[in-house]
């Protein structure tokens, strides 16, 4: 059993920037694929970055450059540090892990930005 808590989100004005933290159960954390995603109302969710076990990352077009995934595995941490920010990356944002064939998903935490 995984469990995913995030923490970080809030309100902030454009051009700002924001970190969120998501914290993993388990002792798999430091053997796992870690994505953070997002969605807002009436949309799919959206991938927004991965970073592997080794720490490749990934991230999608609209966040490259100014958003950086990141991880702590002694702290069973993920992180995404999100720069720039713009109001359409006004969403709730998800961190995200698959195990054992299993999707395990946090709670989601919203992040507003405000023009």
């Known amino acids: 059993q995984v469990q995913l808590v995030e923490s970080g989100g809030g309100l902030v004005q454009a051009g700002g920037s924001l970190r969120l933290s998501c914290a993993a159960s388990g002792s798999i954390f430091r053997l796992s694929v870690m994505d953070w995603f997002r969605q807002t109302p009436g949309k799919q969710r959206e991938l927004v970055a991965t970073?592997?076990?080794?720490?490749?990352?990934v991230y999608a077009l609209s966040v490259k450059g100014r958003f950086t995934i990141s991880r702590d595995n002694a702290k069973k941490t993920v992180y995404l540090q999100m720069n720039s920010l713009k109001p359409e990356d006004t969403a709730v944002y998800y961190c995200?892990?698959?195990?054992?064939?299993?999707?395990?998903w946090g709670q989601g935490i919203q992040v507003t930005v405000t023009s």
């Open positions: 970073i592997t076990s080794d720490g490749s990352t």
């Open positions: 995200h892990t698959v195990w054992g064939g299993s999707n395990y």
